[in-house]
């Protein structure tokens, strides 16, 4: 019994090394590197483009379904820009939530009256509804004064998408064979004519710093330039948007977590329950 749980062990042991081993691998093959000098950075991030203009004729659907130009949702009024998609799980979820959060928090940030905020969707894949219900999502988690009227959400084409994140410097790449997204994490401020005026990198934003890129728009002068850095979503997929080799890892983690709780229960009970030899001169018979 003791030969057959000590084989057990080790055959457990060896598969989890083996299973864990195979998942890293698969990660370090889907996740390339995201160093500013790696391969991937070549095709992601972010590059300040003050004073750049964003075309006005760039035609997107917004979450109502009608479509829209990019002027029209400008309203002559600044723009708050956050380039996402509405399915992803990942950082986007983290930027939304962050950015709402202060919204929120701010009384003095008059969504709908002093500037917009506008998500604009870089999967071409994506329709209204999406938008319609992500927007809805927000408002009913975050307060946000005139959100109804001053939160849009675009769909549209790639054509039209690249419209806008290459005239600000929003650097991503699609796959539409794999339909896999990587992505930076980042907010753009436009003045009410669609110039770029600011940057912020990242998934948090502080209130005190978007106010004061939201007033340099407002004055439409260039506000004051962030520290680079690099993060975002890499390999996402925008059907479930989960990143598959991760929650494959982590499977494999907590099937060989499970197996060891299993094999060390079955150690416990085989040594407390262990039935003791019986003495030569107790089995009865002549002694």
């Known amino acids: 019994m003791a030969n057959l749980l000590r084989n057990l062990g080790i055959a ?28 991937l950075a070549k095709k992601m991030g972010i590059d300040q483009h003050y004073g750049a203009q964003v075309p006005l004729d760039a035609t997107f659907q917004d979450d109502t379904g009608k479509t829209v130009t ?9 723009v708050l820009l956050l380039p ?3 399915g992803c799980n990942g950082v986007c979820r983290l930027e939304v939530e962050d950015l709402f959060k202060t919204l929120e928090k701010d009384k003095d940030l008059h969504v709908g009256k002093n500037f917009n ?11 209204p509804k999406l938008a319609a219900d992500k927007k809805k ?15 849009h959400g675009l ?11 290459d005239a600000i410097g929003f650097r991503y790449d699609y796959n539409p064979t794999t339909q896999m997204i990587n992505h930076p994490a980042g907010i753009m401020f436009l003045d009410k004519t669609g110039v770029v005026r600011g940057y912020m990198y ?20 260039q506000g004051e330039k962030p520290e680079v850095i690099l993060l975002g979503c890499v390999m996402i997929d925008p059907v479930t948007g989960k990143r598959t080799v991760v929650v494959e890892r982590l499977m494999v983690v907590l099937g060989c977590l499970t197996a060891s709780i299993l094999f060390g229960s079955i150690l416990y009970m085989t040594a407390k329950y262990k039935t003791p030899p019986i003495p030569p001169n107790s089995r009865g018979g002549i002694a």
Do not use: R
């Open 70 to 78: 990019f002027k029209d949702v400008l309203q002559d009024k600044p």
């Open 137 to 151: 999502l927000i408002l009913n988690a975050y307060k946000v004064q005139n959100g109804e009227a001053g939160v």
């Open 84 to 86: 996402m998609f509405f």
């Open 202 to 221: 990242g998934a948090e934003y502080p209130t005190v710093v978007v106010a004061s890129n939201l007033a340099a728009a407002t004055k439409e002068v």
């Open 155 to 165: 769909v549209g084409d790639l054509a039209n998408i690249h419209k806008v994140t």
């Open 12 to 39: 457990i042991a060896l598969v989890c090394v083996a299973a864990v081993a195979s998942a890293q691998n698969s990660a370090v093959a889907a996740q390339p590197s995201v160093t500013p000098d790696g391969p």
């Open 117 to 127: 905020v506008v998500m604009l969707s870089i999967n071409p894949t994506e329709v």
